[in-house]
């Protein structure tokens, strides 16, 4: 996430002070604990929470057990990998629904936190679990907070109670109560009461929420929290905490350019767990919040289990099957390419995804220049193909692509680029649908590939190229050069191993992966 972006620098950097060392000097720790420290303070973290976890980082990095380890510096990155997770709550909590339906919902949170959006969020997300949930416009003060929840309620899918017009109009209290007992009535499952915020924490505030609270009693109360103000969600959670209470946190505007001091602050300081996150402007971009998947991507470790769910939710698996098949007998076609595509962009924003792998840091320069909306231009450029063009690009003469070109608003370079892109795309298809490894233009064998790989690898190498093409082989001896010498960490996607070490790929490797994903 864009948010942990500099902590992740910072902590990185105070690792590398480690590496290579077989015993750590208690100078070694206290200067490593320092860079912490400081990155964390850096980050928004509340003093109290910097101080307990470095204290207890130091304790436990000069044991020893770590002192007779056989890499040192990895049982202290795995150490703070234990210690974030603590302090971001140690496990997952999920909602608690109630035995005997609905499951009453409140949120609560200062105004600008982004409630009203993040109660869409919720909603669709509970649809896409089984539930049937109800939106309750209880936010009676804000100018349009009605019709903003009506809207979003819409492009969710979900019901909205809205007995009142709001802007300063009505009784939020009545409103949620009645929203409750209509939720009964026509057999929703859950309710979300969306109440009133406030640019500050006051009394009236704290009055109204409390009544809505005492009138519904609701299951869950979540505090929704913008995560870019830093230090004072600190004190925003306390007040909230003592005039109101609440069951869990909700973090906002994680995918925005804060320093993340929030989530790594609210949960210790509460004592509350932090349930959901909100990641992006989508009402898709909302997920569970899970401390040792965040702990893992503050430290560069990747969220692989995350991308899977993602890819589980979004891919169908009988589509899956016909495309492996296709592969086999080698009759993959432009629709079976569009159709992965968009696949692909259901899942979310790409530049998420390749920030969830292992060693995303090295990239991210490049995954910040990725341009989402190629993707789109691809699919308007195969969607003005005929029907007879897709299944067959063979077809694709000059006139064709010419005409392809006008009828997408793109040239004929980038028709042709695109060809080069779907052929490449393909083989490398063909080669993981027969059980190779897959060869990226530059790079040779993928990283982690195994030892097969880099046999084959080796090979190649002494082989050396067999073009008669002067030019052509001079480029592929380079690219040959470009594979080799460039050993991957086992196990490790990019040549990052868990503990920050091994090198990424190259500048020149990045950019022909960025070519294939759609830049030219």
């Known amino acids: 996430m864009a948010t942990f972006g500099n902590l992740s620098d910072r902590l990185a950097d105070a690792f590398k002070k480690l590496r290579g060392k077989g015993k750590l000097s208690p100078a070694d720790v206290d200067g490593t604990v320092r860079e912490i420290r400081r990155a964390l303070l850096d980050a928004d973290v509340a003093l109290e929470v910097v101080k307990d976890f470095t204290a207890n980082v130091r304790e436990r990095a000069l044991s020893d057990d770590v002192n007779k380890a056989l890499n040192p510096a990895q049982q202290v990155v795995q150490i703070v990998n234990e210690e974030l997770v603590r302090i971001l709550g140690g496990q997952q909590r999920r909602l608690q629904f109630a035995k005997n339906p609905p499951t009453v919902i409140m949120l609560a949170g200062l105004q600008g ?27 009676l003060q804000r100018p349009n907070a009605v019709t903003q929840l009506q809207v979003v309620g819409e492009q969710a899918g979900v019901k909205v109670w809205a007995p009142e017009p709001g802007n300063g109009k009505g009784n939020p209290v009545k409103v949620a109560k009645d929203g409750v007992k209509e939720a009964q009535r026509r057999q929703f499952d859950t309710v979300i009461i969306d109440t009133a915020g406030r640019l500050g924490v006051d009394a009236e505030l704290m009055k109204q929420a409390s009544d809505i609270r005492k009138a519904t009693d609701p299951d869950e109360v979540l505090f929704v929290i913008d995560a870019i103000i830093g230090q004072d969600a600190v004190n925003t959670a306390k007040a909230f905490q003592e005039g109101v209470d609440f069951t869990g946190v909700v973090l906002t505007k994680l995918d925005g350019d804060s320093r993340g001091g929030a989530a790594l602050s609210v949960a210790s300081v509460t004592g509350r767990p932090i349930m959901f996150a909100s990641t992006g402007e989508g009402l898709d971009d909302f997920e569970p919040f899970h401390p040792d998947r965040m702990a893992s991507r503050i430290l560069d470790f990747g969220d692989i289990l995350t991308l899977i769910e993602q890819a589980q939710k979004t891919f169908d698996e009988e589509e899956a099957k016909k495309v492996a098949e296709k592969l086999a007998t080698d009759n993959f076609t432009l629709e079976d390419f569009l159709s992965q595509m ?39 450029i195969i969607q003005s193909m005929t029907p007879a063009e897709r299944r067959q690009p063979k077809l694709l003469n000059g006139s064709r692509r010419l005409r392809i070109a006008k009828g997408s608003g793109a040239t004929v370079t980038d028709v042709n680029a695109l060809m080069t892109r779907f052929e490449q795309a393909s083989k490398m298809m063909k080669t993981v649908a027969k059980g190779g490894v897959p060869q990226v233009p530059g790079m040779g064998p993928l990283p982690g590939a195994g030892f097969g790989g880099a046999r084959k690898q080796q090979q190649s190498k002494k082989k050396g190229s067999k073009s008669g093409n002067p030019a052509k082989r001079a480029a592929e001896e380079a690219a040959l050069a470009a594979g080799a010498g460039r050993p991957a960490s086992a196990g490790s996607a990019f040549g990052v191993g868990r503990d920050g070490s091994g090198s990424g790929p190259s500048e020149e490797d990045l950019a022909t992966i960025q070519r294939m994903l759609g830049r030219n």
């Open 113 to 139: 936190a982004g409630k009203t959006t993040l109660a869409g969020k919720l909603a669709k997300w509970l649809s896409s679990e089984g539930h049937t949930p109800l939106l309750v416009a209880a936010d």
């Open 342 to 380: 968009q696949q692909l962009r259901n899942m979310g924003s790409l530049k998420g995804m390749l920030g969830m792998l292992p060693g995303a840091k090295a990239m991210r320069q490049q995954i910040d220049n990725i341009d989402e909306r190629d993707l789109v231009r691809t699919e308007a």
